[in-house]
Nanobody, 124 residues
Framework: QVQLVESGGGLVQAGGSLSLSCAAS????????MGWFRQGPGKEREIVAA????????HYADSVKGRFTISRDNAQKMVYLQMNSLKPEDTAVYYC?????????????????WGQGTQVTVSS
């Protein structure tokens, strides 16, 4: 079992920055891919970024490339999402998720464990 707890959401003006954190506990190790997903009002849940267990491989949604950075600290069992140049369309509940294995996947149904989510609101 893996438990995930997100923090760091909030309200920010367009162009601003926020940093999200995800604390993992339970049976976590380098064999877990970690991902950040988001779900905006009336929208489906979509992947934002994912990182392999080693941290070498990363995936970003086209909409956030160049603005968001995913990172992880396996020793501390933490995953981070640094979000810069935020836009109103980034407004959503952001979820941390994990899946066992080495391969990054982008479908939400391929992730086994989920956090409770943290709200990010970007005002125009």
């Amino acid at each position: 079992q893996v438990q995930l707890v997100e923090s760091g959401g909030g309200l920010v003006q367009a162009g601003g920055s926020l940093s999200l954190s995800c604390a993992a506990s339970g049976s976590t190790n380098r064999n877990y891919v970690m991902g950040w997903f988001r779900q905006g009002p009336g929208k489906e849940r979509e992947i934002v970024a994912a990182i392999s267990g080693s941290g070498i491989s990363r995936h970003y949604a086209d909409s956030v490339k160049g603005r968001f950075t995913i990172s992880r600290d396996n020793a501390q069992k933490m995953v981070y999402l640094q979000m810069n140049s935020l836009k109103p369309e980034d407004t959503a509940v952001y979820y941390c998720a994990s899946r066992s294995g080495q391969l990054i996947r982008t479908g939400s149904n391929e992730y086994e464990y989920w956090g409770q989510g943290t709200q990010v609101t970007v005002s125009s």
